[in-house]
């Protein structure tokens, strides 16, 4: 199942949007706004390349398909991020904790230049391989990448706002 979200940030150049993304004050309270539970693995930068893993582990309400699909079993993922710094444009992919060899989640992020400030475009792919419910298992995974970046993007623009 195919994903492609954009969000404009306005007042803010793709420069100043890219340090902001990779700032792990910033990416702290996203985090806890979210509630995903989140652990920096690991972060390397240079002038060409920024790479990033960080492990998420999304607090599920009681009543969402997510739990309800896992149920008491916590789940939770390791996210890779190589991100070309000279591009602005990096792929990423998930790594669920369970059914990692059934569950791929890649795709592409890029922070492109807009006439109000920063255009950020992410593309993904959820395919799930599970007899019998692979497809419902994958509306949820993109139902749950929508959700996080919609309010990521809301979060996102009233930091700039603040800061």
């Not at 990521?152 to 623009?157: E, I, V």
């Amino acid at each position: 199942m195919h994903v492609t979200l954009e969000h404009v940030f306005t007042g803010i150049r793709p420069v100043a949007y890219e340090a902001l993304y990779f700032d792990e004050a910033f990416n702290e309270s996203l985090g806890r706004h979210l509630r995903m539970g989140r652990k920096l693995v690991r972060l390397d930068r240079n002038g060409e390349r920024i790479v990033r893993h960080v492990r998420y582990e999304p607090v599920q309400a009681a009543n969402s398909e997510a739990k309800q699909v896992f149920g008491t079993s916590r789940a939770s993922f390791l996210e890779e991020l190589d991100y070309d710094v000279r591009t602005r444009r990096g792929a990423w992919r998930t790594i669920p904790n369970m059914f990692p060899e059934r569950v791929k989640n890649t795709g592409t992020i890029a922070f492109l230049d807009d006439a109000e400030g920063t255009k950020r475009t992410l593309e993904g792919d959820a395919i799930v391989k599970l007899f019998g419910f692979g497809g419902r298992v994958e509306k949820i995974i993109v139902a749950e990448i929508v959700k996080n970046y919609e309010a990521s993007a809301a979060f996102t623009r009233e930091w700039i706002a603040t800061h």
